[in-house]
């Protein structure tokens, strides 16, 4: 019917923008680290771990509540999403230390960990037959768009605007606020079957080999997206000289737009194909990378982080849809839910380790260590899969 069909394409731009205020939230402290910094008297290393406590939220989200919107309904937990997103910005305003900072990371955390699953399965539930083919399209463009969004939105705020580390977060509450009056009035999509529980992690024998070369796609693409999110700022103001903020969050948002971009291009091609091309465009990236910082240019930073977002967008979408084409139908919830706990502890656990490193070597040196260690993980998935090519074995 016209009418019920006009009601589902509602459902869905309400949830695509739910799902993008959300995300956007998530992001938005990168170009605010700085100042965090100044204002707390911290370094690089403290930088890194407030970054990577956003991860705990996550994984903890992924974890204990996966399934719960199979049983009771999505609605609920993207309501609870939004709330955990509110409620992180409200922390974020009131931060006068660095455990204040890591109470508002395992909030937004929480908030991205809730929606990330919930949202993806409601947009595609709600959308129109006209829709229905490119409804997992739409839901990846809201989900990587909005991390884009983030730091650019708040590196013009906090450059431009009053109040840099306060003005950002209101814009965010009323984003979320918007996004939870649009989950309350949309229809539950959700059958509603199951039981309640945690979600389980395991990856059949089948699968495993499969599984292990898209991780290592995965684990390589997450850590560079981890070292945008995180250090983008300081490369900036203490390896190129370049202290504007808004160029900090453009330089990281670019990384998640052009993943978003490369993932909806490369949706046609050959899974085996795809994985190879994007670790190869990761290893370029990082190339880039350690060049640019060696020689302190803003230019060869830009190109660095839009070519590993295309490498790494390409890479984990054809990754995770290999292992999903490997895995028995009723097994595909656990193991594609272990290859998201391989994709945040990416972003988290070497970002850290950059940190570390900053403090041993100085950043220049520890950012172009970073840059060869992923190039050599990304190198040696190149090299599986040529290998298993030769063999017969399809990745």
């Known amino acids: 019917m016209p009418g019920e069909g006009r009601m589902r394409g509602y459902s869905m731009f309400l949830?695509?923008?739910?799902?993008?205020?959300?995300m956007v939230g998530s992001t938005m402290p990168t170009?605010?680290?700085a100042l965090y910094a100044q204002k707390m008297h911290f370094g690089l290393l403290t930088t890194t771990v407030i970054f990577a406590t956003y991860t705990t939220g996550v994984l903890f989200a992924l974890l204990a509540f996966g399934r719960w919107s199979d049983v009771i309904g999505r609605r609920p937990v993207l309501l609870v999403g939004a709330l955990s997103a509110i409620a992180s910005s409200i922390v974020f305003l009131t931060a006068d230390s660095v455990g204040v900072l890591l109470v508002a990371r395992v909030l937004s955390g929480l908030s991205v960990g809730l929606f990330t699953g919930t949202a993806t399965a409601a947009v595609i539930e709600a959308a129109p037959?006209?829709?229905?083919?490119?409804?997992?399209?739409?839901?990846?463009?809201?989900?990587?768009?909005?991390?884009?969004g983030g730091p650019l939105i708040a590196g013009i705020l906090v450059q431009y605007a009053p109040d840099p580390l306060g003005l950002s977060f209101f814009v965010h509450i009323a984003m979320a606020v918007l996004a939870a009056i649009a989950v309350s009035v949309v229809p539950e999509t959700s059958p509603r079957h199951g039981r309640l529980g945690p979600q389980r992690l395991s990856v059949p024998a089948q699968v495993r080999t499969v599984f292990a070369v898209a991780s290592l796609a995965a684990f390589a693409g997450f850590a560079v997206t981890g070292l945008f999110a995180a250090v983008a700022p300081s490369f900036l103001a203490n390896v190129v000289g370049v202290d504007n903020h808004a160029v900090a969050g453009l330089l990281a948002s670019s990384v998640y737009l052009t993943s978003a971009v490369a993932q909806l291009l490369a949706r046609p091609m050959d899974s085996q194909r795809a994985i190879a091309t994007g670790c190869a465009i990761l290893v370029a990236g990082m190339t880039i990378l350690a060049v640019s910082l060696h020689f302190s240019s803003l230019t060869g930073l830009i190109v660095a982080a839009v070519t590993a977002g295309i490498g790494q967008g390409i890479s984990f979408y054809h990754g995770l849809a290999a292992v999903v084409e490997h895995t028995p139908e009723d097994r595909r919830g656990e193991v594609s839910s272990s290859y998201?706990?391989?994709?945040y502890i990416a972003l988290s656990i070497p970002v850290v380790?950059?940190?570390l490193a900053t403090q041993a070597w100085g950043l220049r040196t520890a950012g172009v260590t970073f840059a060869v260690a992923v190039a050599v993980l990304a190198t040696?998935?190149?090299?599986?899969?040529?290998?298993?090519g030769r063999r017969g074995d399809r990745v």
């Open 15 to 22: 949830l695509t923008y739910a799902f993008a205020a959300i």
């Open 31 to 33: 170009p605010m680290y």
């Open 129 to 148: 037959a006209a829709w229905r083919h490119r409804a997992a399209a739409v839901a990846t463009v809201a989900n990587i768009g909005g991390l884009g």
């Open 380 to 388: 040696a998935c190149l090299s599986a899969i040529l290998i298993r």
């Open 340 to 343: 998201f706990v391989v994709a």
């Open 353 to 355: 380790g950059e940190g």
